[in-house]
Every structure is written in structure tokens, then in C-alpha cells.
């Protein structure tokens, strides 16, 4: 079980690690503690194993969901913004993921008093799967400027996810990111100490400063803060990501073959991802999300025991005391970040393409033609958002949330609404990143 635990930690930990680094990026410093973000992944998936009943075996890492948010927050500048350094902006984002976690209550609440089909019947692939797509395809250009700062890396980065997702074999498969990330930052050490510099002059590693680290430290638990342009900005990305949810509460009822959304209920599920997700963010982590590539390892693995999740749990509480690790993680590469982030943004936009495959959602219907095209020329056409005052307020909608309102109102509106959810148990889930 010890061994099981352990692989099950290194399936979670690339994508796990990658947010905060992508997060620190944005902001400009260090705002997002990996060692946060290791102890809140932990005690996450722990609540969360209380709240279903220790019944599903699913592990709760980093959301790549709301990295969109961080970077819309990180450049607002309207209202309370406009004084604030992008710094002092990120307590308000982890105000706006509190609100979001909340909002998984909400929906629990819903699913619980009147079925998951009748709520699922609002929220189609139609409406979701677009919203998804512009999560990732906003953040395109962040990719291309981290990796623009040294191509070689981010071309090494970029060619080990590719290989590894396409050739690798049993748990390599499963690690893409994190084998990436070793593979890559080797790479550049090598580099480092031949003398090679970035093509501007600068040195690849300005600064690797992990020996000074304390063997042993408390993770940083800043408070969040609450503001409501960034509560608008956030909360709509959690109808995507309690889409995402769903779906995997699926997968991985079809890899145990039990029916986790019956028992112990999608509604339980909800309200452990949600807690746990506000939880976090209340003291300055990130949003959670049930991980894939940890349902890749049960399908691996065949050892479906939830003990095994709550082991592995443990050893990312464990992994949070050491800030030893995450200083030698902080020192990667820009160029590096830009790489992965090359698959991993590109790789949210195709979810929401798949999404709508999967769903044979029918694009001849003018109907889902309509609402789909509104909600990306919505999600992508309004980089300064709409700003407007309330109650003496000024609030900024961002384009994501515009996009979700308009979609969800455009579907309840249109006539032809004949989206029916439905669950399937019988066949094995294709391994899938998060």
C-alpha cells in the first residue's frame, strides 16, 4: 500500500505543481506557495473521502479550470484594481475560488432536491463545452511568451509531454507533466553549467537558491480576500469545472465498476470537491479538482481501495513541510513552463472539443450553432470586459462570465432543448489529463 500510495502521489504531482508555478507568473512573485498547494491538494482529498463516506477512490489536485481567472485578476485593472499591484490583487482571487467552492454547494443542493438529469438538462455540453474552450484559448499567449524566452527548452519540454503521452508505457503514460518537467529541467542545468545563456544574455537559472531552504517549515496560509468584480470573474468557472466533475465521478465509476453517482451520490461528491476547493482557496491555495491521471493509475494498478488515495494524500501533507522541494521546483525555466503550458492550455480547449464529440452535440441544428458561436465570440471578444456600477460599486464582467450568463440564458430561452444526461458504467474510460 505504501508503494501504491507513492505512485499515486507522483501520477498528481507535475500537474499538481504546475499551477502555482503558472500562477506565480502571472502575478509576478511568489503569491501561490507550492508548499500550499501540496498541503491543501492532501487535506483536500481527505475531506473530501469524509464527505462521500471513504467510498470513492479519487484524489483532488490542482484545477487548471481557473487558471484563466488568476490571469484576468492578475491584469485587472478597473475599480479597486487599478491601484493594486498584481500582488496585492491575488488574495481577491482566492476570494472569488471561495465563492466558486460555494457555488458546488448550491448545485449539490439542487441535484439533491430535484435529480442530477433535470439540473444536467440546463448545463448542456453545448453551453459547457464552449466555456471550456475559452479557458484555454485566452490563455494561448501566456504559452507563447513564456516560451518565446528560450524556444530549446520549451521545444525539449514540449517534445517529452508529446512522447510520453503518445509512446509511453503503463505509469509513464500517466506522468507526462512531471516526466516533462525532470527531462526538461536536466536539460537546462546542462546547459547552465556549459555557460549557454538565453538568447537575450540573461542566465537560464537567474537564481537556484533550494540549498538555503529550511529542511522543514509550515506552509504560508495567507487569508483571502473578497471583492466583487473578482467574484464575477471566478465564480462562472465553476459550471465548467462541477462539468468536469461529473465527468470524472463517471470515469470512475466505470474503472471500479461502481455507480459513485448513486452511491454515495453526486450531491456528496459535490460538496466534498466544493468544501475542499474553498477551503484552500480561504487560505490562499488553489482551486481542486478530482485528477485523472489518478484514475489513470487505478485502471493501472487494478487496486481500486480508497485507503491507497488517502495514503497518498498523507505524503502530499508530508511533502508540504519540506520547503527544500519546492524552492528546487520554483527555480525551473520560464521557458520550460511555456512549453508544457503549449499542450496543457491547448489540451483545455480540446476537452471542451471532446466534450462536444462525445456528446454528439449536432452543430446542423442552427440552435446549438447559435448558442456555441455566441458563447466563443463572447468568451474571446471582450479583453477589457463590460464595467458597470452597482450600489455605488464598480464592477467588471470579464469575458468568461459574460460568456457563461449568455450561454446559460441563450439555452433556457431557445426552444429545442433535447440534451438528456445520462451515466454509463459498462465500458473503461480512455486515460485522460485533468
Known amino acids: 500500500m505504501l508503494v501504491l500510495g507513492i505512485q499515486h502521489v507522483f501520477a498528481m504531482f507535475g500537474a499538481t505543481v504546475l499551477v502555482p508555478i503558472l500562477v506565480n507568473k502571472y502575478f509576478g512573485g511568489e503569491v501561490l506557495s507550492i508548499q500550499t498547494t501540496l498541503f491543501f491538494a492532501g487535506t483536500g482529498t481527505l475531506l473530501f473521502h469524509f464527505f462521500t463516506k471513504f467510498k470513492v477512490p479519487a484524489f483532488l489536485g490542482s484545477s487548471f479550470a481557473y487558471l484563466g481567472g488568476f490571469y484576468t485578476i492578475a491584469n485587472l485593472n478597473t475599480g479597486n484594481f487599478s491601484t493594486l499591484s498584481k500582488i496585492e490583487k491575488f488574495p481577491y482571487a482566492c476570494g472569488g475560488i471561495v465563492i466558486a467552492g460555494l457555488v458546488y454547494l448550491i448545485f449539490a443542493g439542487f441535484v439533491k432536491i430535484i435529480g442530477v438529469r433535470k439540473v444536467m438538462h440546463f448545463l448542456p455540453p453545448v453551453v459547457t463545452a464552449p466555456i471550456i474552450m475559452c479557458i484555454g484559448l485566452s490563455l494561448a499567449p501566456s504559452a507563447v511568451k513564456s516560451a518565446s524566452s528560450n524556444w530549446l527548452l520549451a521545444i525539449v ?11 509511453g508505457k503503463g505509469m509513464l503514460k500517466i506522468i507526462p507533466i512531471l516526466m516533462s518537467v525532470v527531462i526538461s529541467y536536466a536539460f537546462a542545468l546542462v546547459l547552465h553549467y556549459l555557460g549557454i545563456r538565453n538568447p537575450d544574455g540573461t542566465p537560464i537559472f537567474a537564481l537556484i537558491n533550494e540549498a538555503s531552504a529550511n529542511f522543514l517549515s509550515l506552509p504560508p496560509f495567507p487569508i483571502c480576500k473578497f471583492d466583487l468584480s473578482a467574484i464575477l470573474v471566478i465564480a462562472p468557472i465553476a459550471l465548467a469545472s ?33 468544501l475542499a476547493t474553498s477551503l484552500s482557496a480561504f487560505f490562499g491555495g488553489p482551486a481542486n479538482t478530482t485528477y485523472g491521471e489518478n484514475t489513470g493509475v487505478l485502471e493501472l494498478s487494478q487496486v481500486h481501495d480508497p485507503k491507497v488515495i488517502r495514503l497518498a494524500a498523507l505524503f502530499a501533507v508530508a511533502l508540504s513541510f519540506i520547503p ?29 472539443v471532446r466534450n462536444i464529440v462525445e456528446n454528439n452535440v449536432d452543430f446542423t441544428n442552427s440552435r446549438n450553432l447559435i448558442i456555441a458561436a455566441v458563447i466563443l465570440v463572447c468568451g474571446l471578444g471582450f479583453p477589457e470586459g463590460l464595467k458597470f456600477s452597482l ?19 441563450l439555452n433556457a430561452i431557445l426552444p429545442g432543448n433535447d440534451y438528456e444526461f445520462t451515466e454509463s458504467y459498462s465500458s ?5 489529463n485533468t
Open 157 to 167: 519540454a514540449l517534445a517529452a509531454v508529446i512522447f510520453f503521452n503518445i509512446f
Open 242 to 274: 462541477i462539468m468536469e466533475h461529473i465527468g470524472d465521478m463517471s470515469a470512475i465509476s466505470a474503472t471500479v465498476g461502481e455507480n459513485f453517482i448513486e452511491n454515495p451520490g453526486v450531491h456528496r461528491t459535490l460538496i466534498g470537491d466544493g
Open 324 to 352: 527544500k522541494v519546492s524552492q528546487i521546483i520554483t527555480s525551473m525555466p520560464t521557458a520550460i513552463i511555456g512549453g508544457i503550458s503549449f499542450i496543457l492550455y491547448g489540451m483545455i480547449s480540446a476537452i471542451g
Open 391 to 409: 450600489f455605488n460599486t464598480e464592477i467588471t464582467l470579464t469575458s468568461l462570465a459574460i460568456a457563461a450568463l449568455i450561454g446559460i440564458f
Open 428 to 432: 473503461k474510460p480512455s486515460m485522460k
